[in-house]
């Protein structure tokens, strides 16, 4: 593979702006969606083996980053599925599609904003009619934006980040499961920003604490019923959303204790793991898919 989108040990992210949601067209180096490091600096092809065959999911922010990574791998382990984004990534969606179809895999396209309730029911109804059934819901859109004082945090803004990144979780959760049946699977990314309280995140910040109490309460509710909770936390990992809401100072200390940021592949698996039968016995679960930093909960 090309060097491009590797980072090694040591390796700082180079700084560069985008105008917010932003694109992963124009992110350089180019996230990694389908492959995997091995350690030594080189990546080697995701191996898929059937896991998820058959089964029909909804993702939301598919068109990039993390979930993009999640439909392909989806895609290769034998899924179809629809992704949600907003208008403005159109770009990237279409990529998304030509990338999951030269898997050989079967996706739908929906830009919407899932701020609005109304839009969250219309995604599901959307994915149950074009997928024929629905078997796990993949809540991945996020807003964030880099604000380093709560006296400069204007009221907008924290309303903004609560209807992006938690009102619709509930919705698409609350909308979807009358269609789930045993066996089905809702996977919610949260961040590790929950679990270190990140200061300059702090709306965001709150959402995903809000996101992991959500995936252990609804757990509570399903998991007697045969569907599984489940939500991940990455650390840094490199995509569009990082250009597109963080300063330079901050991107240049984009990293992990692995000395790097992650790829969105290297959370795509985790998402796969929990969408199928190898993790059959977790639920309610927050998977710390961060580079190395020690975490409670
Ligand atoms: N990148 C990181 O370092 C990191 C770390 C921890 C958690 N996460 C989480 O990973 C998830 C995916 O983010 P990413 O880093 O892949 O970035 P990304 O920019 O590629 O994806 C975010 C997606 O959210 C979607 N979105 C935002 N607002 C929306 C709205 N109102 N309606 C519909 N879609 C909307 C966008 O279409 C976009 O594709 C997010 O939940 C984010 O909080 C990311």
Same mark, same amino acid.
């Given at each position: ?32 969606? !389908?492959?995997?490091?091995? #350690?030594?600096? =080189?990546?080697?092809?995701?191996? &898929?083996?059937? @896991? +998820?065959? *058959? ?57 919407? !904003?899932?701020?609005?309730? #109304?839009?969250? =029911?219309?995604?599901?109804?959307? &994915?149950?009619? @074009? +997928?024929? *059934? ?62 270190? #309280? ?77 969408? #199928? ?21």
């Amino acid at each position: 593979m090309s060097s491009k989108g590797q980072f090694g040990k040591g390796h700082e992210v180079p700084v560069q702006h985008q105008k917010v949601p932003g694109l992963e067209s124009k992110l350089d180096p180019a996230p990694i969606y !389908d492959q995997l490091p091995t #350690g030594d600096g =080189k990546y080697q092809p995701y191996k &898929a083996a059937g @896991k +998820l065959s *058959g089964k029909r999911a909804l993702i939301t922010g598919g068109d990039s980053g993390i979930g993009r990574s999640i439909a392909i791998l989806y895609a290769m382990e034998g899924a179809s599925s629809l992704i949600a984004y907003l208008p403005e990534e159109e770009e990237d969606a279409q990529e998304t599609k030509r990338l999951v179809e030269a898997k050989g895999g079967k996706i739908w396209l929906k830009s919407t !904003d899932l701020k609005e309730r #109304g839009n969250c =029911k219309d995604v599901v109804e959307a &994915a149950v009619e @074009k +997928l024929g *059934g629905l078997d796990v819901l993949v809540n991945n859109h996020a807003y964030q934006m880099m604000v380093e004082d709560i006296k400069d945090l204007d009221e907008e803004q924290w309303l903004h980040t609560f209807n992006t990144n938690i009102h619709p979780f509930f919705y698409l959760s609350k909308y979807a499961l009358p269609h789930m049946t045993p066996g089905s699977a809702i996977i919610n990314n949260a961040s590790i920003n929950a679990y270190i #309280g990140r200061p300059d995140l702090l709306d965001y910040t709150s959402t995903k604490g809000a996101i992991v109490a959500f995936t252990r309460g609804l757990s509570n509710q399903y998991v007697g019923k045969g569907i599984r909770v489940n939500a991940v936390a990455p650390g840094p990992v490199w995509t569009p959303l990082i250009p597109a809401t963080m300063t330079e100072e901050k991107q240049r200390q984009f990293t992990s204790p692995m000395g790097r940021p992650s790829q969105p592949s290297e959370i795509a698996t985790v998402f796969v793991f929990l969408a #199928g039968p190898d993790s059959s016995s977790i639920s309610g679960q927050t998977i710390h898919a961060n580079g190395g930093t020690v975490v409670n909960g």
